[in-house]
C-alpha cells in the first residue's frame, strides 16, 4: 500500500472492507457524526473503492442530521444524538439516501468537552442497517472507549465503523 496520511489499522482495515463488499458485490455507505468523514476517508483511501462505497454523509449538527437524513426531532430531543435510537435512525437514512446496500451510522463525543455522567466522552454508538432486513435485525451499539484524547476516539470509532461494513459482522 502506498504512504497514506491516515493510521495504517485504518487503511488496512478500509482495504479488507472494500475486498470482502468487492467480493459479494456489496455496496455500502456512511453517515458519521464524531468521525467527521474519517471512515469515508479510510474507505476512498483504497484503489478501486468506488466499486463499492456509493456515499457518506457527514452530519455533524442536529439539524442536519433531522434534514439530510430524516432523524426525527422527537429521536433526537428524547434519547439526543448520541443514542442507539439516533445511530438507527441515521443508519436508516443513509440506505434511503443512497443506492448502498448496507449503511452504517456513528455518532458520539470525541471531547475533550460535551461528555456527561451518563454518556462520558468517549461515547460513541453504532449502527448497522441493511436494504431489505427488518428493524428486529437492529445491529447498534454503545461503546465507551478509554478517553485517550480527541484523535484517538475517533480513531477508535472508525475503526469500529469499519468492522460493522465487513460481511457477516455482529457488531463492533
Not at 497514506?4 to 493510521?7: D, E
Not at 448496507?102 to 458520539?108: D, K, N, Q, R
Not at 454503545?142 to 469499519?162: K, P, V, Y
Given at each position: 500500500?502506498?504512504q497514506?496520511?491516515?493510521?495504517p489499522?485504518?487503511?488496512?482495515?478500509a482495504a479488507?472492507?472494500?475486498?470482502?463488499?468487492?467480493r459479494?458485490g456489496r455496496?455500502i455507505?456512511v453517515?458519521e457524526s464524531?468521525?467527521?468523514?474519517?471512515?469515508?476517508a479510510?474507505?476512498t483511501?483504497?484503489?478501486g473503492?468506488?466499486?463499492v462505497?456509493?456515499a457518506?454523509?457527514?452530519?455533524?449538527?442536529?439539524?442536519?442530521?433531522?434534514?439530510?437524513l430524516k432523524?426525527s426531532q422527537?429521536?433526537l430531543e428524547?434519547?439526543g444524538?448520541?443514542s442507539i435510537?439516533?445511530?438507527?435512525a441515521?443508519a436508516q437514512?443513509?440506505?434511503?439516501?443512497?443506492h448502498?446496500q448496507?449503511?452504517?451510522?456513528?455518532?458520539?463525543i470525541?471531547g475533550?468537552?460535551?461528555?456527561s455522567?451518563?454518556?462520558?466522552?468517549g461515547?460513541?454508538v453504532?449502527a448497522?442497517?441493511?436494504?431489505?432486513?427488518s428493524?428486529?435485525k437492529v445491529?447498534?451499539d454503545?461503546?465507551?472507549?478509554?478517553?485517550?484524547?480527541?484523535?484517538?476516539?475517533?480513531?477508535?470509532?472508525?475503526?469500529?465503523?469499519?468492522e460493522?461494513?465487513l460481511?457477516?459482522?455482529?457488531?463492533?
Open positions: 500500500m502506498t497514506s496520511i491516515l493510521a489499522e485504518l487503511v488496512e482495515l479488507r472492507v472494500v475486498a470482502a463488499n468487492r459479494i455496496t455507505s453517515a464524531c468521525t467527521g468523514g474519517l471512515v469515508s479510510a474507505i483511501e483504497i484503489p473503492s468506488s466499486e462505497f456509493e457518506g454523509f457527514v452530519t455533524y449538527s442536529n439539524e442536519i442530521k433531522s434534514e439530510l432523524v422527537d429521536v428524547t434519547f444524538a448520541v435510537a439516533t445511530a438507527w441515521m437514512g443513509a440506505l434511503h439516501k443512497s448502498a448496507v449503511a452504517v451510522a456513528i455518532t458520539g470525541a475533550p468537552a460535551g461528555g455522567e451518563q454518556k462520558p466522552v461515547t460513541v453504532f448497522r442497517a441493511e436494504r431489505g432486513e428493524p428486529d445491529v447498534a454503545m461503546r465507551t472507549f478509554e478517553n485517550n484524547g480527541r484523535s484517538g476516539i475517533r480513531l477508535q470509532a472508525a475503526l469500529c465503523a469499519l460493522l461494513l460481511p457477516d459482522s455482529d457488531g463492533p
